[in-house]
């Protein structure tokens, strides 16, 4: 089925485990990149909260928002 604007509705989705994708945004892990960025440490953060949202864990989603928002403050993603 496409969307409105003409596209297939696609679901990105973690293929690493939650802890290891939570580090990786919390700055506390590179996950191997020899270049890891802050833009690339945001969107693993989007997506790690992504993830608790659509398993319908709140709490945990929560907690994961605002220790990212105090890791990154005024960033775009969170």
Not at 54 to 62: F, G, V
């Amino acid at each position: 089925m496409e969307s409105l604007l003409g596209q297939r509705p696609e679901r990105f989705r973690l293929t690493i485990p939650l802890a290891d994708a939570f580090a990786f945004a919390m700055g506390w892990s590179d996950l191997g990149y020899a270049r890891a960025n802050d833009e690339m440490r945001c969107i693993m953060g989007l997506l790690v909260i992504d993830s608790l949202e659509y398993s319908e864990q709140w709490r945990a989603s929560a907690q994961v928002r605002e220790r990212l928002l105090r890791k990154w403050p005024g960033r775009f993603c969170f």
